[in-house]
């Protein structure tokens, strides 16, 4: 009872293991969802978008140039000994504490376009990023789909030598079988097949490890980690071997339009063109209206206060009749006193307003290298331009011409595994019945294994080159 008790405790814990193992094994990936992966996780793709966000930031705060500016400013502090009475303007020699006030505001009315020009430098930049995030996508993409048929390749080349070790070791069971029998009328026959059926054991073995590592390449450029059984989505033949209509010229012509790369080269160097007249702004005037408010505050401000008035005796007489008599006057009586925080505030209060016309004349010729360097930055723009006009009809070229000879490769292989199907089909049946030697058998064999083999990859090259050629059209699809 102990016993099983303790085999149902397992089953419970075994079986979910084995199916979470088994649905871990036999996960099944289309292209699509690999180039999803890819992208999302991809390093390069997410320092592009870095890269965009940057251009973006540097595209707004273009514009918000175009916005006056306004900066307020307070400066607290504590003088001692003989200092400047910043309310009276005059010498005093005492501890005081000080207060100043500032809040102003310019706008910039004319500065040679520059800010204009600016807007539009950053904007083009900002797009030229955009196409970079795109095609740094695109590159992955590609990456993806050639590792992708690479071990779809691989997987039906696995298939191929498998069959042809099984084809082997049936002939080699029935030799054996006839060896035993004593009806083996050439020896040497069984031992020539046994030598074929190590040969493939050997290119299954060989042919394993290769699929093994198509994965592995697959799913680093996925940036996830490795599992052996990982299964991919095939892709019909139908899609895999066709021929593109449009010719390397047109294909070229379709490019220069499509592709991101491309694009960037172009908006760079538009670009370029207006960080030229951008920098040539700076050559020119610039008119600018400012303004602001002002008040301060000093510990040292006083202000007089009428207490009383009294009779005061002016130290002056008169003479009258009865003699000399004083001359008295009515005095008002007053005291100093602090003014408050909140008065001076208030009653120090004032405004400026103009405009501003800087003109400049001599600043280190600053201004002028300024140009000649967006110039030469203009001019590198260009030949990056020019240089990936120039690769993009060379690639474009090259691409159509392996496309041309893969396909012309893969209608001959048709052909000629069909003739080799049948030539082996009829050496089975000469040998099986005897009249045909054990060498001729394996040369019939392996010239059918060899043009199968060499057809599973032309027919995987002919998809590889057509899908780059539909990448510089700019119509990728799977």
Do not use: W
Not at 31 to 37: G, H, K, P, S, V
């Amino acid at each position: 009872m102990r016993y099983f008790k303790l085999l149902f405790f397992s089953l419970i814990i075994f079986i979910p293991a084995v199916a979470y193992c088994q649905t871990q094994a036999d996960t099944v990936y289309t292209l699509q969802q690999c180039i999803d992966i890819a992208v999302k996780n991809n390093l390069d793709v997410q320092k592009s978008e870095l890269q965009s966000q940057r251009d973006r930031i540097g595209y707004i705060q273009s514009k918000e140039n175009m916005l006056p500016t306004l900066n307020g400013q307070v400066d607290h502090g504590v003088n001692q000994g003989r200092n400047i009475n910043p309310f009276t303007n005059s010498y005093v020699d005492q501890s005081l504490t000080y207060g100043n006030y500032s809040l102003n505001a310019s706008l910039t009315l004319f500065s040679g376009l520059q800010n204009l020009n600016n807007i539009k430098q950053t904007s083009l930049a900002y797009q030229a990023g955009k196409m970079d995030l795109q095609q740094a996508r695109d590159k992955v993409t590609i990456n993806v789909i050639t590792a992708y048929l690479l071990v779809l390749d691989n997987t039906e080349l696995l298939a191929q030598v498998k069959n042809q070790l099984d084809v082997s070791k049936k002939q080699v069971e029935r030799l054996g079988i006839l060896e035993k029998q004593g009806a083996n009328k050439v020896p040497s026959d069984f031992y020539d097949l046994k030598g074929t059926y190590g040969d493939n054991q050997l290119n299954v073995v060989a042919a394993a490890a290769t699929l093994k590592n198509s994965k592995l390449s697959l799913l680093q450029i996925m940036n996830v980690p490795y599992r052996e059984g990982i299964v991919l989505e095939p892709i019909s033949a139908d899609q895999v071997a066709k021929q593109t209509a449009n010719s390397s010229a047109e294909i070229y012509q379709i490019a220069l339009e499509q592709l991101p790369y491309v694009k960037a080269a172009i908006l760079r160097r538009q670009s370029a063109e207006k960080g030229v007249k951008a920098a040539k702004g700076g050559l020119l005037p610039t008119i600018s209206l400012y303004g602001g408010l002002y008040t301060n505050y000093s510990s040292a401000a006083q202000r007089s206060v009428f207490t009383d008035s009294s009779t005061v005796n002016t130290g002056a007489f008169i003479n009258t009749p009865g003699g000399k008599q004083s001359v008295f006057t009515t005095q008002a009586n007053y005291i100093n006193q602090n003014i408050g925080y909140y008065d001076q505030f208030k009653n120090n209060y004032s405004t400026q307003f103009g405009i501003s016309l800087r003109i400049p004349i001599l600043n280190y010729f600053q201004n002028h290298n300024k140009v000649a360097l967006a110039k030469i930055n203009l001019q590198e723009n260009k030949y990056v331009e020019d240089n990936t006009k120039i690769q993009l009809k060379q690639d474009v070229e090259q691409a159509y011409l392996n496309m041309t000879s893969a396909y012309e490769k893969y209608e001959v292989l048709l052909e000629q595994v069909k003739s080799y199907t049948e030539s082996f089909r009829i050496a089975e049946i000469r040998f099986n019945a005897g009249v045909l030697t054990s060498v001729d058998f394996v040369v019939a064999k392996n010239n059918l294994d060899r043009t199968r083999i060499n057809l599973i990859n032309a027919k995987y090259d002919c998809f590889i080159y057509n899908k780059i050629l539909d990448y510089y059209q700019g119509k990728l699809s799977f």
